[in-house]
């Protein structure tokens, strides 16, 4: 039985994309009950129009308040039945009680190797900083903003003629292959959050929230240049 899913987006939709696309392949056994944006005008509804998937819009500005969002935010997710909600490129922050109501089974793609960098601008302030590698990393959400326990990192190289358009493209690719990843364990029974630590196969995930580059390497099967090792 494929994983039901709701995927949450606010924007282009890439990550929306590369769940699709595995998906059509068959290498991410996944029932993508909906995509839910925040904005009316993304790409990212169009392109869960053209795969055939349900799309709905719940525009935060529509609503007085956050805790009135999110109330029908949780109903309308709730009604397609997930047991996974996946955040692909959703920029709002979510309350503690939304965050818990999906404890668990509710992960997030961002654009660094937390927990440097969280928030916004990622690209911009890892160049700033003059970081030897940047990445990209999925976590499960806690009511820490980015600050939840990390499931896989992809570590990039920062070249020294590097923009921040430059590194967020390959940061992007990096994306779209743990993204899927995540989600595909997950899908197969292999994933889980308990007590703040995330398991998988049962065994803790010892590099979790370290930052250590080495580590999400070898998590990630790739060296930090991004190439198979």
Known sequence: ??????????????????IIDQRDHGDLPVDIRAVISSRADTEGLERARRAGLENVVVDREAFPTRAQFEQDLVQRIDSYGPEL??????????GPDFVRHY???LIN??????????????HERALKAGVRYHGASVHFVTPDVDGGPIIIQAPVTVRPNDTPQTLASRVLE??????PQAIRWFAQGRLSMDNGQVLLDGHSCAHQGTGDVESQ????DRSPDGMAS
């Not at 987006?9 to 929306?16: A, D, V, W, Y």
């Not at 793609?109 to 990622?122: A, M, Q, W």
């Not at 390497?217 to 990630?220: D, I, K, L, Y």
């Open 174 to 179: 990096e994306e779209h292959r743990i993204l």
């Open 85 to 94: 909600v996946v955040l692909a490129g959703f920029m709002l922050i979510l």
């Open 103 to 105: 404890s668990g089974r």
């Open 217 to 220: 390497a070898m998590t990630t």
């Open 109 to 122: 793609i961002h654009p660094s190797l937390l927990p440097r960098f969280r928030g916004l601008n990622t």
């Open 1 to 18: 039985m494929n994983l039901p899913v709701v995927v949450l987006i606010s924007g282009r939709g890439s990550n929306l994309q590369a």
